[in-house]
């Protein structure tokens, strides 16, 4: 198959989506796992820390990837991590995890993990990938790496020096996985485009238009690192050095923060999801939308907008790539297409085309289903627990590295020192 070569509020969070600080020991385990040991195959036992949005992805991801490809190991879902002992539980019940635990640290020193996948708010990412690193294991920490550079790096030096003991680190870009876009990214490894001029990606989204909507852990620097910026724009980052197959030299940005007071939040929130819990607010300390251009090492222009202030707007991703002899262009509302133009052709014949990315030759279809049945969102989670798997089984670094979050990081960074200093132009540090 074709393989191509994302105060007490973050507590509450943590025990759905974050880590688990305090408590200890496992809370039972269910009746069954998901995942049965192939003949022949060696299991990959993961253990999985938060279990809210990116933790129901993850785990659509490992629960189906090996149901559906034919992997040289079984991912078994050995337990799942959070803070609330009855959500954890009953989070490890409906997503088909054999266990719990209500102790990150306690999950990382189990015999039965081989592998720990971080799905927490950005604050906890560095000390528990650094310790499951240290403890032997393979990982996968969620988009953004880290909430700053110098985490990153930490991140980033110990999962070369874990690489040379057998140990992988792979961060969760998953856009990457979707058919289309890897598509893409062989269409463009192929030439098909040129030389590159143009690349230019928006992801815009509403859910903080009512501004009445409660200062959530991802409005609060301290845990989520920045706002748009980090949550989309790190997506976009990515994504559009990905298909170029270049990277950022420098940058150009402007950011905003529109509204700067929030209701706090009631205990209920989940995901992008929340209720006001009183008439007390609290300071937004991150931004709500960041607009940057940039310039590729190739020399291509490069321009991105991420928000999530576009009344309207879900999850709207797009992208365009134009070189001198064709242009592509991707939706992420309509995920099993993609756009080409082919400049070359006659003016009289010459149009974007569109090409349903459903074929069998297409990557990772031809473990799906007949063309024209078209795949979604959460498959992208599964085809990134596929890539990692056949990474782990062929002891080969995995793609997105953790250089590569890194390296993403600091593109960021440079972004908010931009918008800093009024848009005055930022190389990206090396």
């Known amino acids: 198959m074709g393989q191509p070569q994302q105060p007490d509020q973050a ?3 943590a025990g759905s989506t974050g880590s688990a600080r305090t408590g200890s020991g496992s809370i039972g385990s269910a009746s069954t796992g998901s995942g049965s040991t192939g003949a022949g195959k060696p299991p990959l036992r993961v253990g999985m820390v938060g279990y809210a949005f990116m933790g129901a992805a993850h785990s659509q991801g490992w629960r189906t990837a090996g149901r559906v490809f034919d992997l040289p190991r079984t991912p078994v879902m050995a337990a799942i991590c959070g803070r609330d002992g009855a959500a954890v539980r009953a989070a490890a019940d409906r997503h088909g995890w054999a266990g719990a635990e209500t102790d990150w640290r306690a999950l990382i020193a189990r015999d039965d993990i081989d592998l720990v ?3 927490t708010p950005g604050d906890s990412h560095a000390e528990i990938a650094l310790a499951a690193l240290a403890a032997g294991k393979h990982v996968l920490c969620e988009k953004p790496l880290a909430n700053s550079v110098e985490e990153a790096e930490a991140m980033t030096v110990a999962a070369e020096e874990a690489y040379g003991r057998g140990q992988l680190a792979m961060v969760g870009f998953n856009y990457r996985r979707l058919p289309a876009v890897a598509l893409a990214r062989a269409m463009v490894a192929e030439g098909r485009l040129g030389t590159l001029r143009h690349v230019r990606v928006t992801y815009l989204q509403d859910w903080l238009v009512d501004p009445h909507f409660p200062l959530t852990w991802r409005l609060r620097r301290e845990a989520a690192g920045s706002g748009s910026l980090g949550d989309l724009g790190a997506h976009i980052v990515d994504l559009a050095q990905y298909l170029a197959g270049d990277r950022l030299t420098g940058v150009s940005a402007m950011t905003e923060t529109f509204v700067g007071e929030r209701p706090l939040p009631g205990q209920s929130a989940r995901g992008l999801s929340a209720v006001p819990a009183e008439a007390a607010t609290g300071t937004v300390t991150v931004d ?8 590729l090492g190739r020399g291509a222009l490069a321009s991105f907008e991420a928000t999530r202030y576009a009344t309207g707007r879900k999850n709207a991703l797009r992208l365009e790539l134009n070189g001198e002899h064709g242009s592509l262009a991707f939706d992420l509302e309509r995920l099993n297409e993609l756009s080409y133009h082919d400049g070359r052709e006659p003016g009289a014949r010459a149009g974007f085309r569109r090409i349903l990315v459903t074929e069998p030759d297409h990557p990772y279809l031809d473990a799906w289903w007949p063309p024209g049945h078209g795949l979604g969102y959460e498959h992208s989670f599964v085809h990134q627990a596929r890539d990692l798997v056949h990474a782990v089984a062929e002891g080969r670094r ?13 593109v960021l960074a440079a972004v908010e020192e931009s918008a800093g200093k009024n848009s005055v132009h930022t190389p990206i540090a090396v």
């Open 288 to 295: 709500d939308a960041a607009l940057f251009t940039g310039r």
């Open 398 to 410: 995995p793609e997105p590295s953790f250089a590569d979050g890194l390296q993403v990081q600091r």
């Open 11 to 13: 507590e509450a969070e």
């Open 117 to 119: 996948d971080i799905c």
